[in-house]
């Protein structure tokens, strides 16, 4: 089945709840998926605060490293944050798109390091509960400017929303952002729970953001799948994250020194992400 045929049909309503789309094993097979050059991968998180964005951004440079063509979607459509931690000023957003005012190609902006963004609004309302006809259109959009890219990233908002749960549903691979707070292993696993229980995914990886060590980061990692994996089945961990203070002052800086700060953040994640990604897509796509 062509995938743009399964996704409509679930813009439309089916099994795993109306007016949700994405890339399910109801429609394709494992191999069909990823024998197609697009990966979509969700950065997702039960909590906010927990970094979704600044992975999204260092992975995004990461993928850039290898040469990759990267589009992320800034899929806190009413919350947007990924354009200021970008320092950019965008003139149109989705918002425009989903008013039919314009095209994803239109309102999509060059980012420090050769990456794309799609910027999302921020402080409009109705965009945090997207509709199905507001759905199959940026589907449509989405559709129309896959082969220009190899990879997209989707920076989700946080929690359970409608919102959430469909551009989750939307991603072939989600990454689920965790933190030592308690908060973020509760509204991790229901974030999980959710996701495999209403809409049927049981394929996720975790990463673990801001830690002192590698041991922290094995805690926190068993704390969450401990439970979840007993309805999820096996849950791989991507990689941790060292907290790093120096990192922080970075955003605090003038947008005349975010040009020197992405040029230092290709050098300060290549251990961080380029190892890792480079294994886990060399994985992917030997299958």
């Given at each position: 089945?062509?995938q743009?045929?399964g996704?409509?049909?679930?813009?439309?309503?089916?099994q795993?709840g109306?007016?949700?789309?994405?890339?399910?094993?109801?429609f394709?097979?494992k191999?069909?998926?990823y024998?197609?050059s697009?990966?979509?991968?969700?950065?997702?998180?039960?909590k906010?605060?927990?970094g979704?964005?600044?992975?999204?951004?260092?992975?995004a440079?990461?993928?850039r490293?290898?040469?990759k063509r990267v589009?992320?979607?800034d899929?806190d459509?009413?919350?947007?944050n990924m354009d200021?931690?970008l320092g950019?000023?965008p003139k149109?957003?989705?918002?425009?798109?989903?008013?039919g005012?314009?095209?994803?190609?239109d309102?999509m902006?060059s980012?420090p390091?050769?990456?794309?963004l799609l910027p999302?609004?921020?402080?409009?309302q109705?965009?945090?509960?997207?509709d199905g006809?507001?759905?199959l259109?940026?589907?449509n959009?989405?559709d129309?400017i896959?082969?220009m890219f190899?990879?997209?990233?989707?920076d989700?908002?946080?929690?359970?929303?409608?919102n959430?749960m469909?551009?989750n549903?939307?991603a072939?691979?989600?990454?689920?952002i965790?933190t030592?707070?308690?908060t973020?292993?509760t509204?991790?696993?229901?974030?999980?729970?959710?996701l495999t229980?209403?809409?049927?995914?049981?394929?996720?990886k975790?990463?673990?953001n801001?830690v002192?060590n590698?041991?922290?980061?094995?805690?926190?990692?068993?704390?969450l799948?401990?439970?979840a994996?007993?309805?999820?089945?096996v849950?791989p961990m991507?990689?941790?994250?060292l907290?790093?203070?120096s990192w922080?002052?970075?955003f605090?800086?003038?947008?005349?020194?975010?040009?020197s700060?992405?040029?230092?953040?290709?050098e300060?994640?290549?251990?961080?992400?380029?190892?890792?990604?480079r294994?886990?897509?060399?994985?992917?796509e030997?299958?």
């Open positions: 089945m062509d743009a045929v996704l409509r049909g679930l813009v439309k309503g089916g795993n109306p007016g949700l789309i994405g890339l399910s094993d109801k394709l097979t191999n069909e998926v024998n197609r697009l990966r979509i991968i969700s950065v997702t998180s039960g906010g605060g927990v979704k964005t600044s992975v999204t951004v260092n992975l440079l990461a993928l490293y290898m040469k589009l992320i979607l899929a459509l009413g919350l947007a200021v931690m950019l000023n149109y957003t989705i918002s425009h798109v989903l008013r005012e314009k095209r994803l190609r309102i902006i980012a390091g050769g990456i794309k999302a609004a921020s402080g409009i109705e965009l945090t509960d997207l006809s507001q759905r259109l940026l589907l959009e989405l129309m896959q082969d190899d990879v997209f990233l989707i989700t908002g946080a929690g359970i929303s409608s959430v469909y551009f549903f939307a072939m691979e989600k990454v689920v965790v030592n707070e308690p973020s292993l509204d991790a696993y229901a974030l999980i729970k959710v229980h209403k809409y049927h995914q049981k394929k996720y975790v990463l673990v801001a002192r590698a041991s922290e980061a094995e805690r926190i990692f068993r704390n799948t401990l439970v994996e007993f309805f999820t089945g849950i991507l990689c941790y994250i907290f790093q203070d922080c002052r970075h605090k800086v003038s947008r005349e020194q975010l040009k700060y992405f040029d230092q953040a290709m300060m994640t290549h251990e961080a992400y380029h190892r890792t990604m294994e886990q897509w060399s994985g992917e030997s299958r």
